[in-house]
């Protein structure tokens, strides 16, 4: 089983600034299968991106995906006050298909 | 617009098996793989298993020896069972649809809003 983990755990920033999350993985994440996930309080979690760099449908171009192997980024290149929740990675490139313990971004 | 909806009892005794069915609308489940995914009060997030249409299915193989999942074309409907059921079971339960509909490991979107089920004892 693949365990990734991510870091930070917590994440204190201001609207505006720059995001960056990292999940790194035990092994490498074939043909980079990963996926990221926003969740706010009470939600289902929220698509972002998948195949590591491919943004999902609606989801706004200050999100970006980059990595490959067991290395990992999401960056949030300005923060809008929306964008305070959790975040979730997640592989699928081997079974069973793991999450990170997720990121959590707060206001600073 | 795919939607999913999750259903069936809050609450559930130790030892017991817990029952949930999610009802597809806005596409026919006849394609695509579709999961159950749950996280636990606070917790992170852990796939539970996928079944396809044509009835193959993979279990995480923590959950493996308890899970049982089914599907109903007839009524675009997907349920999961989990037996034997402890307070480490308590948690949100959320069906998804796999993002690539060729592939047996995939992304989930979308989601439904999931379903809190609470072991008691």
């Known amino acids: 089983e693949i365990v990734l983990t991510q870091s930070p755990g917590t994440l204190s920033l201001s609207p505006g600034e720059r995001a960056t999350l990292s999940c790194r993985a035990s092994q490498s994440v074939s043909s980079s299968y990963l996926a990221w996930y926003q969740q706010k309080p009470g939600q289902a979690p929220r698509l972002l991106i998948y195949?590591?760099?491919s943004r999902a449908t609606g989801i706004p171009d200050r999100f970006s995906g980059s990595g490959s192997g067991t290395d990992f980024t999401l960056t949030i290149s300005r923060l809008e006050p929306e964008d305070f929740a959790v975040y979730y990675c997640?592989?699928?490139?081997?079974?069973?298909?793991?999450f990170g313990q997720g990121t959590k971004l707060e206001i600073k | 617009q795919v939607q999913l909806q999750e259903s069936g009892p809050g609450l559930v005794k130790s030892s017991e098996t817990l029952s949930l069915t999610c009802t597809v609308s806005g596409a026919s489940i006849s394609s695509y793989y579709w999961n159950w995914i749950r996280q636990p009060p606070g917790k992170g997030l852990e796939w539970i298993g996928y079944?396809?249409?044509?009835?193959?299915?993979n279990y995480n193989p923590s959950l493996k020896s308890r899970v049982t999942l089914s599907i109903d074309t007839s009524k675009n409907q997907f349920s999961l069972k989990l037996s034997s059921v402890t307070a480490a079971d308590t948690a949100v339960y959320y069906c998804?649809?796999?993002?690539?509909?060729?592939?047996?490991?995939?992304?989930?979107?979308?989601w439904g809003q999931g379903t809190l089920v609470t072991v008691s004892s």
């Open positions: 079944i396809h249409f044509s009835g193959s299915t």
């Open positions: 998804s649809r796999g993002g690539s509909w060729s592939s047996q490991l995939n992304w989930f979107d979308p």
């Open positions: 195949d590591a760099s």
């Open positions: 997640q592989q699928y490139g081997s079974s069973p298909q793991t």
